[in-house]
């Protein structure tokens, strides 16, 4: 027993030992866990680099090549839904960062994988409604084509989705989806979705019950209690895939039809004018006139008369004076066609991502920032990356034309006011533009001038009205089909939609007989129609003089413009009426070129250049914008253009005086070149239809059945009409008998081709010259033979004394 307690001394106590061996254990535990905690940051770090490069992969184009491709691979297989593979992997990296134990469990990964997979599926659902589809190599093909371009649902979405569709169909597979999401959401957060409602419960009465004794302690307070604020919930950025976006960056898709769609749904207007009414500002009641308004509307414009004209009649039922006119109604123009809504910003989208790829592909990096839609043209505005030059985008308008498979682009390179370049491109599906939507409009309403005219809407479905006073004087160009004869019914009509016969006269010359002859008999003409072209240069010869003589009246009165004349006539007390305004339309000014060129020049050029004080304005309207038509003085003295889809880059410069309309795509698209602009506006013209226009005339001449026209003008057009015609000394006359002197044959073809003539002039020559005994009689088909020699010529212009002294 001694022997065992001595040997028991020596040795360590049985307790300090378990200790001691607990705190290695401990110790190694604990290394063992930081080097876990280390791992799992190392991890942490990677996984959130590999989101980080994955979002500006797919964002962005600052990745280099192997994000592009991973960028195209993520979103092949889950389209629109692979923005939010980044945002998962940097969510798992940070719990994965911060969480307290060694590791995430397995289970919270396969739950996010789970939700991330039936989020794409949901996203594929709205692509399957689609008989006849089946698995197929071809199918999972076109699906990751299509998710590349952000359609569809990607290659592993369409594919998991047809096979619930044909399983449970397109329900069964959206709450299957749900369902599965809903529980996994459960899981990983490990809170039952009952907690989430008490939680929303409670918050809701603390914030009612808090509502409440503000409102008490506001109402038994003595003084006034300044409350604080409430704390506003921060904006959170949404993330694209969130948002139910498609597009991986800021770009703005503008598409107007939309805006016209949600404006006429609020504007239901019978009569001309007729606006939506403002909305009532809290806090202003309304007069008692403005209440008996709102009680019984009367719609003033339906029977086609507005305010301003109210009055006037009322003054005319003063002077007991009768009322012989009032303007055509809004309802006999055809309301706009309501368009079908469809949603192309995907197309729109893809478009734009093509038109980058292709500018990337010839090495040109550039970025689209707005996508505009108009009614017939789509502007895509691009913004060349620092150091890139504007030319290198506008040479490649022939490769970008054939990668966006479009007939034709035109180039607007820069924008006015942007720092962009504009490449417009033609729509599949081109929206009608009516007159009466531009009339109705409040730009045309309250516009002062009595010769305002639509013209049609921009790019951005902006309405286009201009006044023909400030312009003052139109020339108007474009090729047959083209649109030209529709503006020119459409400037018309809009101006017997504005003014009155008083205030307004019309001088309508068409050579072309079948344009314009149906307006003859409206009060607003002040002649018939003119179709000879040699009595439109008689016309046009009594415009100048006319001019003239307004002039001289002018000068009598001491004023300077047809405004002040007529200002100053209501000041007197005599019967001198006040002037109307006068517009002169030619319709093709090539015809009465080439019968009076010089007169007709002359005349033109001496009205654009005069004309416009003495209320007197010019529109010219020709489908050849050659040099020989559309001569240099010509267009110095007009400086106001519209041009229509020229042939070519020659007749754009010389209607423009730059290319750009030979790449118009006709319909009434328009370069709209207005005094004052520094570069034109591409427009789509309004469109008014042969049958509006018959309505509008048979209304006029219902409302003025015994029209008198101007009879002392079209007498002085006669006669000088006449003693041209009758005049034997034609100006041509002997240039015309020493060329066919020489030539020794003479023929109507002939001089024409020699002189540029038309062939009435031509005919007339011959017939003088045979009358002269210079030509014999006609030989059917065969030239005439010319009587006179070329020494009898140089002696029929001697004098006869001078021959009997030699």
């Known amino acids: 027993m001694l022997m065992a307690e001595q040997k028991r001394k020596p040795g360590r106590p049985k307790g300090s030992k378990n200790k001691a061996t607990r705190e290695k254990l401990d110790a190694e535990l604990a290394k063992k866990q930081a080097q876990s905690r280390l791992k799992n940051e190392i991890w942490a770090i990677v996984i959130m680099a590999v989101g980080a490069f994955l979002a500006i992969s797919l964002h962005t184009q600052a990745a280099g090549e192997l994000g592009r491709i991973i960028s195209d691979l993520l979103k092949g297989l889950f389209a629109a839904v692979a923005y939010a593979l980044p945002y998962y992997l940097i969510l798992y990296g940070l719990m994965l960062f911060f969480r307290r134990s060694a590791r995430i469990g397995a289970r919270s990964v396969l739950l996010l994988c789970l939700i991330f997979l039936m989020t794409t599926v949901i996203n594929s659902a709205r692509y399957l409604d689609v008989e006849g589809l089946s698995i197929s190599l071809s199918f999972i093909k076109d699906a990751y084509n299509n998710g590349v371009v952000l359609g569809g649902g990607g ?42 409602i008490e939680r929303y419960k409670e918050k809701r009465r603390e914030a009612m019950k808090d509502k409440e004794t503000a409102a008490d302690a506001e109402a038994t307070a003595d003084t006034s209690v300044i409350m604080p604020d409430p704390v506003e919930k921060a904006a959170i950025e949404v993330p694209g895939f969130l948002s139910g976006s498609v597009t991986n960056r800021q770009m703005k898709i503008i598409d107007y039809v939309k805006d016209d769609e949600l404006f006429e749904t609020g504007q239901k207007s019978e009569g001309l004018g007729l606006e939506k009414p403002a909305p009532v ?120 034309a054939l990668n966006l498979k479009a007939k034709s682009i035109r ?45 049609g809407k921009d790019i951005a479905g902006t309405p286009v009205v201009a006044d023909l006073k400030s312009m003052p004087h139109l020339l108007i160009a474009g090729s047959t089909g083209s649109g030209k004869s529709v503006c020119l019914n ?117 009205l654009a250049q005069m004309a416009r004080a003495a209320g007197m304005h010019l529109i010219v309207a020709t489908q050849r914008p050659s040099v020989d038509i559309i001569t240099g003085v010509i267009k110095a003295n007009i400086p106001s253009r519209i041009s229509f889809a020229v042939s070519s880059q020659f007749d754009s410069r010389t209607i423009l005086d730059m290319a750009g309309a030979e790449k118009l795509v006709g319909k009434g698209d328009m370069l709209f070149y207005p005094l004052g602009e520094s570069k034109p506006i591409r427009v789509q013209g309004c469109f008014i239809s042969d049958g509006e226009v018959h309505k509008v005339i048979d209304y006029l001449k219902e409302q003025v059945p015994d029209n008198e026209y101007a009879t002392d003008v079209i007498q002085r057009i006669e006669r000088s009409y006449e003693s041209d015609t009758d005049d034997d000394t034609d100006e041509l006359l002997q240039e015309a008998i020493e060329t066919v002197v020489r030539a020794e044959q003479a023929s109507v073809s ?12 031509a005919a007339r020559l011959i017939d003088m010259m045979e009358a002269r005994g210079i030509v014999g ?24 004394d001078d021959e009997n002294e030699n």
């Open 155 to 196: 290659a592993f979405g369409m594919t998991l989705g047809l096979v619930l569709k044909k399983a449970i169909g397109i329900p069964g597979l959206y709450i299957l989806s749900l369902v599965v999401i809903v529980i996994s959401l459960m899981l990983v957060v490990n809170i039952p979705a009952s907690q989430f």
């Open 281 to 400: 500002e809290p806090g202003k009641g309304l007069t008692g006139d403005e209440e008996t308004a709102k009680e019984k509307p009367v719609s003033k414009k339906s029977k086609g008369l507005r305010n301003e004209e109210i009055e006037e009649l009322k003054i005319d039922l003063d002077k007991e004076e009768p009322i012989s006119y009032i303007e055509p109604p809004i309802d006999l123009l055809d309301k706009a066609k309501s368009v079908p809504k469809t949603n192309e910003n995907i197309n729109l989208k893809q478009k734009a991502l093509k038109l980058e790829e292709t500018l990337k592909n010839f090495g040109v990096n550039a970025k689209v920032v707005q996508v505009t839609k108009g009614p017939a043209i789509t502007r895509y505005e691009i913004q060349p990356s620092v150091g890139v030059k504007v030319s290198s985008i506008v040479r490649l308008a022939d490769d970008i």
């Open 411 to 455: 180039m607007e390179a820069p924008i006015p006011g942007k720092a962009a370049v504009g490449i417009e491109v033609e729509n599949d599906r081109v929206n009608l533009v009516t007159i009466r939507e531009l009339i109705e409009t409040k730009e045309f309403q309250n516009s002062p001038s009595k010769i305002t005219f639509a013209v």
């Open 490 to 606: 459409s400037i018309i009509v809009s101006i017997l939609y504005k003014a009155r016969p008083d205030e307004v006269k019309l001088v309508l010359i068409d050579p072309k007989v079948v344009e314009l002859g149906n307006y003859n008999g409206i009060p607003h003409l002040l002649i018939p129609v003119v179709t000879e072209p040699s009595k439109a240069a008689a016309a046009l010869s009594w415009a100048v003089s006319e001019m003239t003589e307004r002039y001289r009246k002018f000068a009598e009165l001491g004023v300077r413009d047809l405004d002040s004349y007529n200002e100053h006539i209501k000041t007197k007390d005599d019967e001198t009426k006040p002037m109307p305004q006068i517009v002169i339309i030619i319709d093709e000014l090539a015809d009465l070129m080439m019968v009076a060129p010089s007169q007709v020049e002359e005349s033109i050029c001496r």
């Open 750 to 761: 002939m001089l024409q081709r020699r002189f540029r003539i038309g062939y009435n002039r």
């Open 777 to 800: 009689p006609s030989e059917g088909s065969r030239p005439r033979k010319v009587l006179m020699t070329e020494e009898e010529f140089l002696n029929l212009g001697k004098d006869p």
